[in-house]
Structures are given as C-alpha cells and as structure tokens.
T-cell receptor, first 116, second 112 residues
Framework: EAEVAQSPRYKITEKSQAVAFWCDPISGHATLYWYRQILGQGPELLVQFQDESVVDDSQLPKDRFSAERLKGVDSTLKIQPAELGDSAMYLC??????????????FGAGSRLTVL | GNSVTQMEGPVTLSEEAFLTINCTYTATGYPSLFWYVQYPGEGLQLLLKATKADDKGSNKGFEATYRKETTSFHLEKGSVQVSDSAVYFCALSSQGAQKLVFGQGTRLTINP
C-alpha cells in the first residue's frame, strides 16, 4: 500500500537553531498538507499545496516557518529559529480527488520535534 | 468558522464493552465527516467517513451516522478490544475545501 514518507522521525534541537522536515507524498497526489499536532490536541493545518503552489498558509507563522514544494512532488518545512513552543509532531498528508466525492487525506508517520 | 468538538477523554473501558465517542460540528453547507485513529507512535489513519446526511460510515466494527439535524457524527462500536486502544479524531472538510479541520481527539484505553 502506498505511503507518505517523512523524515526525520525524531528531531531534538536547541532553541534558536534551524530545523527542516521532509515529506514525500503518495505518487500522483497533487495536494500536500503540513499539519502541526501539539501534544494532547488535534492537528492544525499549517500549509496546503496544490502541485507547487501554496493554496492556504493562513496559519503558518511566516516570521519563522517556511515551506516549499518546488517541483510539485516532495516538500520541505523549515523552522528558523526554533522556539520552545514549536515542540510538536509535524504531520504531512497528501490527497487526490475521491471518486466518492470525499477528499481523503493519507498521513505520514510524522516528525516529532523537541526544542530544548 | 468550521469547528469540531469531541467528548473529552480519556475514556477507559473493559474489553467487550460498548463504545460511544461523541462528536458535534459547526459548518456551513454540507461538509464531509471523518473519523481518524492514531495508534501509539504512528500517524493518523482513516477509520471511516460519510459524505452526506444520513450516510453511515463503517469499518472494523466501528460505525458513525451523519446526523445533520443534530450536527453530530458519533462513533460507536458494539464490543471493543484491547487493540482498539488509540486516540480517535473526528474531522470535517467543508464543501469546496480539501483540508480537514480536526477535533481535539479522545484517548481510548481498553483493559483486558
């Protein structure tokens, strides 16, 4: 079964350092999402791509976060500088239009970030 | 804006007990509704979905019915197993949008 690949699975960094996460969506999925999941809460959308274009980054803290999907395939999410409050699970998901009319997102295993 | 509210956890049950996890939503129009499950150390997996009023989604013994009159999508299972221990998330996607809006999650623990 096709999977969304993410790396690294775990990252520990000190505050003010830079950190990057990588995501490879399911082949053929045009839409890619980055979500942040703080411990004990539901995931919240950071950014959504359609091919290489950003369609929603309204909740992305743009002073320190950036995301790109240059060739419309894999994607990188960067944080610089990291802050203590950035400690969370960063989830990548991808989707393609569903035949049933529902847009089903497939999630990767996530990248857990701890900022010290 | 769109939002999802789930019953607060954690929920602890004995094996073979009946499970209900409540979920209500606020959205304009006719959203699609989903339940996702997250096992320890893993990402979210789709459990079931419903795309219109009165639809019933089902999978692995779990069921949920899309109730527009009560704006609810409660998750039920007749007889839970230890392997059902996980965090369950209710979510919606509004008409014309692709992204999911999630509830806060409900942690379920099943004791043998």
């Amino acid at each position: 079964e096709a999977e969304v690949a993410q790396s690294p699975r775990y990252k520990i960094t000190e505050k003010s350092q830079a950190v990057a996460f990588w995501c490879d969506p399911i082949s053929g999925h045009a839409t890619l999402y980055w979500y942040r999941q703080i411990l004990g809460q539901g995931p919240e959308l950071l950014v959504q791509f359609q091919d290489e274009s950003v369609v929603d980054d309204s909740q992305l803290p743009k002073d320190r976060f950036s995301a790109e999907r240059l060739k419309g395939v894999d994607s990188t999410l960067k944080i610089q500088p990291a802050e203590l409050g950035d400690s969370a699970m960063y989830l990548c998901a991808s989707s393609s239009p569903g035949v049933s009319g529902a847009n089903v997102l497939t999630f990767g295993a996530g990248s857990r970030l701890t900022v010290l | 804006g769109n939002s999802v509210t789930q019953m607060e956890g954690p929920v602890t049950l004995s094996e073979e007990a009946f499970l209900t996890i409540n979920c209500t939503y606020t959205a304009t129009g006719y959203p699609s509704l989903f339940w996702y499950v997250q096992y320890p150390g893993e990402g979210l997996q789709l459990l079931l979905k419903a795309t219109k009023a009165d639809d019933k989604g089902s999978n692995k013994g779990f069921e949920a019915t899309y109730r527009k009159e009560t704006t609810s999508f409660h998750l039920e299972k007749g007889s839970v197993q230890v392997s059902d221990s996980a965090v369950y998330f209710c979510a919606l996607s509004s008409q014309g949008a692709q992204k999911l809006v999630f509830g806060q999650g409900t942690r379920l623990t099943i004791n043998p």
